[in-house]
Every structure is written in structure tokens, then in C-alpha cells.
């Protein structure tokens, strides 16, 4: 086991203990947290978690376009009726 405040900065330390204290888990959970979730590579997209699923459907694109010209025909006629 190794000790990690030595190499911490101040602020730093400070910030994750106080971060691990409203979580309510001792700091050495929330390290081993932390560490383990930057080496898998996780919350790269944390402020925009939608990324996460961006291009999924990529492969539906041409029924997409398909679907999509057959809305703006049908919704792209004015019937006179509905001027009244």
C-alpha cells in the first residue's frame, strides 16, 4: 500500500477530501475510485453524456432518409381546408 497525500497538491487533496466526506466514503476509497475509473477510460464525456451513444445508429441512415422523405411529403402539403 502506498501513501498518496505526499504527492498530491494541497488544493487538490483538500477538494478530494472534501469531495470523499460528502459522499461519505473515506478518502482512500475515493482515490481508489478516481484512479481506477481514469485507467478504464470512463466519464470521458461527463459533461455531455448523450456523446456516449452518438453514431449508434449510423447504420440505419438510409431508412432514416427513406422515413424522413415520406414525412415532409405527407406534412409538406397544405390542404385547403385547413386554411379555413
Not at 13 to 33: C, D, H, M, N, W
Amino acid at each position: 500500500m502506498t501513501e498518496i497525500a505526499p504527492g498530491i497538491p494541497d488544493q487538490t487533496f483538500r477538494k478530494a477530501k472534501a469531495t470523499s466526506a460528502a459522499l461519505g466514503i473515506p478518502l482512500r476509497e475515493y482515490v481508489i475510485q478516481a484512479v481506477e475509473e481514469k485507467l478504464s477510460g470512463g466519464n470521458k464525456n461527463l459533461a455531455k453524456p448523450w456523446l456516449e451513444r452518438a453514431g449508434e445508429l449510423a447504420h440505419l441512415h438510409e431508412e432514416t432518409q427513406y422515413i424522413q422523405k415520406i414525412v415532409e411529403e405527407e406534412f409538406g402539403q397544405i390542404e385547403a381546408e385547413d386554411w379555413i
